[in-house]
């Protein structure tokens, strides 16, 4: 038998062995942004639905931290957020709302149905502010200090469990 013929069973255990490894290793769920740290870039957005002010950039550098939530009326896991948004809310959290491609209709009908916890919603119906602060998808809360930087990210739905992090990361944002 020739020796080349063992190369792929060879290739194929390498491969194996290195599947079984990873398999082994604990589980990441922290995923890193680039964007903690960093002031938010400049935007100015209309409101996402009438009787509710749009957002700036502007309006969250007065010197209050806050929450700042990207969702959409059409995503899932914001509607099973929306009870923490609203229990945030009642502890006297500001949170202010980026509905992202949303229909103005479509963010009332959803306020009306769930609550409506935000101070401020603004419209991002191209998702470039979305994509410039750092947000890969919906739902997604990120704690701002009062000079307008990122202190900490929080990716997909707030549940109950999350709420007292949020908390006292809005806390350390206000130090």
Known sequence: ??????IPLLLFAGFL????????????DLVPSAMVGKPLPEF?????TEGTPGVSTTD?????????????????????EAPQLERLKQEGVEIVGIAIR?????V?????????????????DLSQVQLAI??????ETFVIDGEGVIRYQHIGDIRAEHVPLLLEKLREAGK
């Not at 038998?1 to 063992?6: C, G, I, Q, V």
């Not at 306020?111 to 101070?119: E, F, I, K, Q, T």
């Open 60 to 80: 969250l550098r007065d010197g209050k931290p806050r929450l700042l939530n990207v969702w959409a009326s059409w995503c899932l896991p914001c509607i099973a």
């Open 102 to 106: 949303d229909r103005p209709e479509d």
């Open 1 to 6: 038998m020739r020796w080349w013929w063992w």
């Open 108 to 124: 009332a009908a959803f306020l009306a149905r769930h609550g409506n916890p935000y101070a401020r919603i603004g419209a991002d």
């Open 134 to 139: 750092g947000s890969s998808g919906v739902p």
């Open 44 to 48: 100015e957005l209309p409101p996402a």
């Open 17 to 28: 062995g290195v599947a079984a490894y990873q398999l082994t290793q604990p589980k990441d």
